[in-house]
């Protein structure tokens, strides 16, 4: 027996393309967290919150029903830049107090005299963005509970760490900073060049924006108008179309056809189907119009393959593209209507995957 189409093979394609990107996104989040502290020692204390922060994340997850989807990892991905930030601001104050001549304990008690507050303050700030998601309703608050809940439990869970793991890691850890030897230390002080540069000029645009405040005032001013603008141009949608792997179409002959006639039809579009690049298999369904539900032998539906997302790294194969193609081939068959669809990238959410729709006056 054969299986003609795998409904789990484009759940796990998306989730190991969103696995893949969670792995790169914390490969980068360190690279950019050692650049700008320049110490392997501080480093390695942000980079300890991540996963602490993350299992508790889950363990949130778990609590609430939620499953590991494509919304909650996504979720995660933009976590791992998000949940390193309190843990920099306490690293960075306890270096401070350190270069200035104090012990790691007392540097770190220093440290967070000072920047609990702000720690719990950023905590609150970024989790009263995402909480008012969680208590939308309609179809919307479905799609988005899970992100909002996902973002505001590993953002207050990384405020959690910054107050009690970190400030013991700091203690633990820290020692004066020495400026690594070898290419990396070449590379820390060829950037610290760099930013000293940048921030001198920053330092002067910011010293004239001050003393032509109108001119900033105006040039604010143009770019929210030009942003409303390109918000007008930029097509909207609930839920963006995506390539699951594939195509529906809808045949309709006239009513009374015949259903030898119908044959036909369906061998023409099953043969013009087949030759697509991008196309893997099909099965015909007869009797049944997949839009209306009407029954009758004028009437037919198929299941369109496509072959595997590895196999069509070509734009021209991607289900859009094939879409159009198949467009543009059915619309050569006389006395019967084919549609080929691409379907909703959520299934139930709708027959196909959306329409535009435009009506001049």
């Given at each position: 027996?054969?299986?003609t189409?795998?409904?789990?093979?484009?759940v796990?394609?998306s989730?190991?393309?969103?696995?893949?990107?969670?792995?790169?996104?914390f490969?980068?989040?360190?690279?950019?967290?050692f650049?700008f502290l320049?110490?392997?020692?501080?480093?390695?204390?942000?980079m300890?919150a991540?996963?602490?922060s993350?299992?508790?994340t889950?363990?949130v997850?778990?609590?609430?029903?939620f499953?590991?989807?494509t919304l909650?990892l996504?979720?995660m991905?933009?976590?791992?830049?998000?949940?390193?930030?309190?843990a920099?601001?306490?690293?960075?104050?306890?270096?401070?107090h350190?270069?200035?001549?104090l012990?790691?304990?007392?540097?770190?008690h220093q440290?967070?005299?000072?920047?609990?507050a702000?720690v719990?303050s950023?905590?609150?700030?970024l989790s009263s963005?995402?909480v008012p998601?969680?208590?939308?309703?309609g179809?919307?608050?479905?799609?988005?509970r899970?992100?909002a809940?996902?973002?505001?439990?590993?953002?207050?869970?990384?405020?959690i760490?910054a107050l009690t793991?970190t400030?013991a890691l700091?203690?633990?850890?820290l020692?004066p900073?020495?400026l690594?030897?070898?290419p990396f230390?070449?590379y820390i002080?060829?950037?610290e060049?760099?930013f000293k540069?940048v921030?001198g000029?920053?330092t002067?645009l910011?010293?004239?924006a001050?003393?032509k405040?109108f001119?900033v005032v105006?040039?604010?001013?143009?770019?929210?108008?030009?942003?409303y603008?390109?918000?007008?141009?930029v097509?909207?949608?609930?839920?963006p179309?995506?390539?699951?792997g594939?195509l529906?179409l809808?045949?309709?002959l006239p009513?009374?056809?015949?259903?030898?006639?119908t044959?036909?039809?369906?061998?023409?579009?099953e043969?013009?189907t087949l030759?697509?690049p991008?196309?893997s298999?099909?099965v015909?369904?007869?009797?049944s119009?997949?839009l209306?539900?009407?029954?009758g032998?004028?009437n037919?539906?198929?299941?369109?393959i496509?072959?595997?997302?590895?196999?069509?790294?070509?734009?021209?194969?991607?289900?859009d593209?094939?879409?159009?193609?198949?467009?543009?081939?059915f619309?050569?068959i006389?006395?019967?209507?084919?549609f080929?669809?691409?379907?909703p990238?959520?299934?139930?959410?709708?027959?196909s995957?959306?329409?535009v729709?435009?009506?001049?006056?």
């Open positions: 027996v054969d299986i189409y795998d409904a789990t093979l484009v796990q394609a989730i190991a393309e969103v696995l893949k990107t969670l792995v790169e996104a490969l980068l989040v360190v690279v950019v967290v650049t320049g110490s392997f020692r501080a480093t390695i204390i942000p300890l991540v996963p602490v993350l299992i508790g889950f363990a997850l778990f609590a609430f029903g499953s590991i989807n909650t996504l979720a991905v933009l976590a791992i830049g998000i949940v390193v930030d309190d920099i601001v306490v690293v960075e104050a306890v270096e401070h350190i270069e200035e001549g012990s790691p304990l007392e540097a770190t440290a967070m005299s000072e920047v609990a702000p719990i950023i905590a609150l700030v963005v995402f998601v969680a208590f939308l309703g179809l919307t608050g479905e799609l988005y899970q992100f809940i996902t973002m505001s439990a590993s953002v207050l869970l990384s405020a760490v793991l400030p700091c203690q633990m850890i020692k900073k020495v690594p030897r070898g230390g070449w002080s060829a950037f060049k760099v540069k921030t000029g920053y002067y910011v010293s004239i001050v003393r405040l001119f105006l040039a604010m001013g143009i770019a929210f108008f030009a942003l603008g390109m918000q007008k141009a097509p909207t949608a609930l839920v179309a995506e390539d699951n594939y529906l809808s045949i309709t009513p009374g056809s015949s259903l030898e006639r044959n036909e039809v369906t061998s023409m579009v043969k013009m030759e697509t991008g196309v298999s099909m015909m369904f007869g009797g119009n997949l209306t539900g009407a029954q032998p004028s037919a539906f198929s299941f369109v496509l072959k595997s997302w590895e196999e069509r790294h070509d734009p021209s194969q991607s289900a593209a094939i879409t159009g193609a198949l467009y543009g081939k619309s050569t006389k006395g019967a209507i084919v080929p669809i691409n379907p990238p959520i299934p139930g959410l709708s027959l995957g959306g329409f729709f435009e009506l001049q006056d």
